[in-house]
């Protein structure tokens, strides 16, 4: 791909360092005295979730990532991890819980996702932001302790176990933030 | 660029405008007080500092009835430096003035392209005595709460803090002591990179957000080749006459012993032009009137351009500059 200079450098753009693709997450510009400005930057690694500081001087360039998203689903879970087809080519891929992170526990077949491609080979999804699960198991409330901010353990129906208000049961729908793994409300229809 | 319904809403609540006007009378108090006269220079000159690394806005004169897009050149100013000077050169004797200055490209958290600087010279003043000046000032407007401003040389700050001499040590020194901190990703070898470049580098990320912690602090006698446009030390040809004022980390303002010599003067922006074009940047007009009116004799004197966005940003307890500005440049 391109290069990519430090007057190009913002949140959002992907670049290669040392062999690996890293998403800007900011970039603050310093310019000492009368000096030379920097750039001081923090990155997540694409695989591996890690976040780095970088700092590079003006006019220094890293190489651009070739980084792209596309709509896919989620099919299934076999032995080697989670299968997900590419909506636009049905081509279907593999990836590790590694690779997926946190999020993999809230995947259910047939939902829609992002697949990050680098360099044409996906390495990551993303999950929508909220999705609407069903609580598999959970205990009963203890009477008189219903008020909203007891939480008690709860398991979804992908296996998942998250922290539920004590008035949750069995049965319930929740609306649940993949990001952070929280619940946000009941969804009872 | 961006249209939404909230998008004409100022940045900062406008209790923040209130401390700025109240701090602005301040310092025009201050500085009366201390029998220097407020001047206005132009915004817009023939004329601009020739920097390596400042990067005016360029804009085009154009006559009423031109035909032709404008053939005169004229630079949004980086500062009020060279109009100052040559009403110091025309007699004036303590002057100040607030002004609002133009730098390209320069946008962050300490950043804006357009920014108020309050900038005054005294005739006759050393850098020390302008350091006092600072001190006065400061205490002034953030309140009388410290001991004396400590003033740390250049040389000390970088043996105290990274434990090398920026005079004594090379660039092969210096590369390894960024490498040894774990800062080599910072640095990528390329043409334009010179000993300033690493010592730059370092001072950006060991030095200065140890400056100022616990109460302002100077750095002063900077590197000759980082003179800008104060003048060497008679008695250390490796020092140039200049200082900052530090803050917590952030730099408040800079000061020098001014350059009165017109021959380097012009060796200066000769450099200055050559490192321009090394990097890639346009190069500026060598000739200027502030030439000419050192040319005519500029009297030894000493002057300070301060930050004023960063002081109130300061006295606001605030972190960022857009906290303080009603339109940053995202919202001009």
């Keep these: 791909m391109g290069i990519v200079t430090t007057s190009d450098f913002r949140k959002g753009i992907k670049v290669e360092i040392d062999g690996q693709p890293y998403l800007m997450l900011e970039c603050e510009f310093v310019k000492p005295g009368k000096g030379q400005a920097i750039y001081r930057t923090k990155l997540r690694n694409l695989l591996t979730g890690a976040i780095i500081d970088r ?31 590419d909506t636009e080519t049905y ?11 946190e999020p993999a526990k809230f995947l259910k077949e047939e939902m829609p996702v992002r697949m990050v491609y680098w360099n044409n080979t996906p390495i990551t999804v993303t999950l929508p932001y909220h999705v609407v699960l069903k609580v598999t198991y959970t205990e009963p409330a203890v009477r008189g302790n219903t008020a909203g901010n007891v939480m008690k353990p709860a398991t979804l129906e992908t296996g998942a176990t998250i922290q539920v208000p004590a008035f949750v049961q069995v049965g319930d729908l929740v609306r649940v933030d993949t990001r952070t793994g929280e619940y946000i409300e009941r969804a009872n229809q | 660029m961006i249209s939404t319904c909230g998008d004409f809403l100022p ?23 201390r029998g220097y006269l407020e001047v206005e220079t132009p915004v817009l000159s023939h004329d601009v500092s020739v920097d390596a690394h400042l990067e005016p806005f360029v804009t085009q004169w154009m006559p009423e009835d031109a035909s032709d897009t404008g053939s005169e050149t004229l630079y ?13 050169a025309a007699g004036a004797k303590a002057i100040y003035q607030v002004a609002r200055a133009f730098r390209n490209g320069e946008s962050g958290r300490l950043h804006n392209p357009e920014f108020t600087i309050v900038e005054w010279y005294r005739v006759g003043a050393t850098y020390h005595q302008q350091m006092d000046e600072v001190e006065a000032l400061i205490r002034r407007i953030l309140g009388n709460k410290w001991g004396g401003f400590p003033r740390l040389s250049y040389r000390e700050a970088f043996l105290r803090h990274i434990g090398l001499d920026p005079f004594a040590s090379d660039m ?21 990179e010179d000993k300033d470049t690493l010592l730059n580098l370092l001072l950006a990320e060991l030095v200065e957000p140890r400056l100022g912690q616990e109460s302002p602090e100077f750095l002063y006698d900077y590197p000759v080749s980082q003179a800008a446009l104060a003048r060497t030390r008679p008695d250390n040809p490796e020092v140039a006459e200049r200082f900052e ?25 000769c450099r200055q032009n050559t490192l321009r074009v090394k990097a890639r940047r346009r190069a500026l007009p060598e000739s200027s009137r502030l030439l000419a009116a050192m040319e005519a004799g500029l009297p030894a004197c000493s002057g300070v351009a301060l930050g004023f966005d960063r002081l109130v940003m300061i006295a606001a307890g605030a972190s960022s500059l857009r906290e303080v500005m009603p339109f940053p440049h995202e919202l001009a």
Aim: charged share 25%; hydrophobic share 40%.
């Design chain 1, 55 to 85: 700092t590079y001087k003006s006019g220094d360039s890293v190489q651009s990532a070739d980084v792209r998203e596309g709509d896919a689903t989620y099919l299934y879970r076999d032995k080697s991890g989670y299968v997900f087809m």
């Design chain 1, 91 to 101: 081509e279907q891929y593999h990836l590790t819980a590694e690779q997926i992170g």
């Design chain 2, 11 to 33: 940045a900062c609540p406008l209790s923040v405008l209130e401390l700025r006007a109240r701090l602005l009378k301040v310092v025009r108090d201050f500085f009366s007080e």
């Design chain 2, 76 to 88: 949004l100013q980086t500062s009020p430096e060279f109009a100052m000077k040559r009403l110091l």
């Design chain 2, 172 to 192: 092969a020194a210096l590369r390894t002591a960024i490498t040894v901190r774990g800062l080599s990703h910072a640095w990528q070898a390329s043409a334009d």
């Design chain 2, 245 to 269: 004022l530090y803050i917590r980390g952030v730099e408040i303002c800079n000061g020098y012993g001014e350059l009165t010599d017109a021959r380097e003067l012009r060796e200066r922006v």
